[in-house]
């Protein structure tokens, strides 16, 4: 059996670890049966960009007439859509691997990895050790238990953004993040999309912001609310969905496609990581303390896998703190405040800290201001309607607890948030702050300056005694 200085499970995020302890001269062994780079590059965050751009694209076409220019999208070239996605994510996977197979102190095992034992991994008929072990090894598509399903071919985030003949009609089940991402694509491009949501797309988010979306994004789509999925059928050049509502009603949608988007579970019973002694809560996730330390000692979690939030960007900031807390004298708990993230749907959705049903729940003394980019310079030139910005504020120390922005841009507005969230300021000091007229960034601004503090705040924040 080979022992390995460190074991790095998974070749997403975990990539962080295993470059930095292989130029620290350690032995590092990479575990990793799929291509490099892991679900963002692959099948997730990178791929879908690049195909929703199109999607974009297609969107600002179909409505130019706004603007006083007449235009037409005269063909779709799908292929080409997905095919450029395609192209440029295997090219980078394919680039990360040879780099890995030329660097010094790494070895790749490009086979399934599973625990037989105390940082002990089985890998095709090979048993390898890691002195520390990090495990990174993501999530998949959760597919749900309904009746007929498995007779039937269906879609998943890992392969509906690599298809090349774009379906007539098609039935997402679903309604987060993925399914809002892939309904935009689809439907932009001239699919006819049906929503399939037991409650409110979006569910997760602020509700105002959900609420919102939903309606906006039912003006374009189909989006069935209340009802659950019970059986799937094939039918003549597709299939058909029965679903019914808590009153027992049922409906029956078909489409030529179908396309799974509930969620995800993650790797860890793949990994049989129990062997290993790493404990799993009940949805299956890796436990970890503040220092992203597992049960089992000399081994690190992060990144999806952990379920903390299933985003990129916290999986980097994740993998940050195990190479400190693994590699280095002193430990650190993780800091995510404020995690933000975005939806890069139509409308776009982008958001960071606390919502304001989160609040509520904590009995937590806030006030709020929501500003609509119709009342901006900016949402009046490009005729935006439905879109807004809301700011969540400690009613006392006036800092920023939550920001949610739904409208064109929201992924980059919502740094300005971030920004002031991390270094402790207030939403008078954003307000405060000169703003570049017109710009699509005072609907952040005019938000934070919107908010009702209340009369006894008011004075309180200005010394007043009665």
């Given amino acids: 059996m080979k022992e390995f200085d460190v074991i790095v499970i998974g070749a997403g995020s975990g990539l962080h670890i295993s470059s930095a302890a292989a130029e620290q001269g350690l032995s590092v062994a990479i575990v990793e049966e799929g291509p490099m780079g892991g679900t963002c590059l692959n099948r997730g965050c990178i791929p879908s960009k690049m195909i929703i751009h199109s999607a974009d694209v297609a969107e600002t076409i179909s409505t130019s007439h706004l603007f006083g220019v007449i235009s037409k999208i005269q063909k779709i070239d799908f292929a080409r859509v997905t095919r450029r996605a ?57 597919v749900p238990l309904i009746e007929g399903l498995q007779d039937i071919e269906y879609l998943t985030s ?215 980019y119709k009342d901006t310079g900016m949402g009046l030139a490009i005729a935006e309607e439905n879109g807004f910005a809301k700011i969540l504020a400690d009613r006392r120390s006036r800092k920023i607890l939550g920001c949610h922005i739904m409208g064109p841009e929201a992924p980059t507005l919502i740094h300005e948030a971030i920004i002031a969230m991390k270094c402790g300021l207030t939403a008078d000091q954003l307000a405060g702050t000169v703003h570049i007229h017109p710009a699509a960034s005072e609907v952040v601004q005019r938000a934070a300056g919107s908010i009702d503090w209340g009369r006894e705040a008011e004075q309180r924040f200005m010394g007043y005694k009665e």
């Fill in 158 to 372: 890992d392969n509906a953004m690599r298809i090349t003949k774009q379906p007539k009609s098609m039935i997402i089940l679903g309604g987060g993040y993925i399914a809002a991402e892939l309904g935009h694509f689809f439907g932009a491009l001239g699919t006819k999309v049906t929503i399939l949501q037991r409650s409110v797309m979006l569910r997760e988010e602020d509700r105002e912001i959900a609420e919102a979306f939903t309606h906006a994004f039912s003006k374009k789509h189909k989006v069935v609310l209340g009802y659950t999925p019970k059986e799937a059928k094939k039918k003549s050049g597709g299939i058909y969905i029965i679903a019914e509502n808590q009153k027992k009603r049922q409906i029956k949608l078909s489409a030529e496609s179908l396309l799974v988007a509930t969620g995800r579970v993650p790797n860890t019973d793949l990994l049989d990581v129990k062997k290993g002694g790493i404990a799993v809560n009940e949805k299956g996730f890796v436990k970890v303390n503040k220092f992203l330390e597992t049960t089992a000692p000399g081994t690190w979690a992060l990144g999806d896998i952990v379920g903390k939030y299933l985003l990129k960007h916290s999986a980097n900031l994740e993998a940050e703190y195990v190479w400190h807390n693994a590699f280095t004298k002193h430990k650190h708990p993780v800091d995510y405040w404020p995690m933000g993230h975005a939806i890069f749907t139509s409308p776009q959705i982008a958001a960071a800290g606390y919502t304001e049903q989160e609040l509520q729940e904590m009995k937590k003394d806030y006030a709020k201001g929501v500003y609509h």
């Fill in 86 to 142: 395609s192209a440029a994510v295997d090219k980078e996977a394919r680039e990360i691997e040879e780099s890995i197979r030329h660097a010094k102190n790494m070895e790749l095992f490009k086979k399934r990895g599973r625990f037989v034992g105390e940082r002990t991994i089985a890998v095709g008929s090979k048993k390898i050790r890691g002195r520390k072990v990090v495990v990174a090894a993501g999530t998949r598509p959760s």
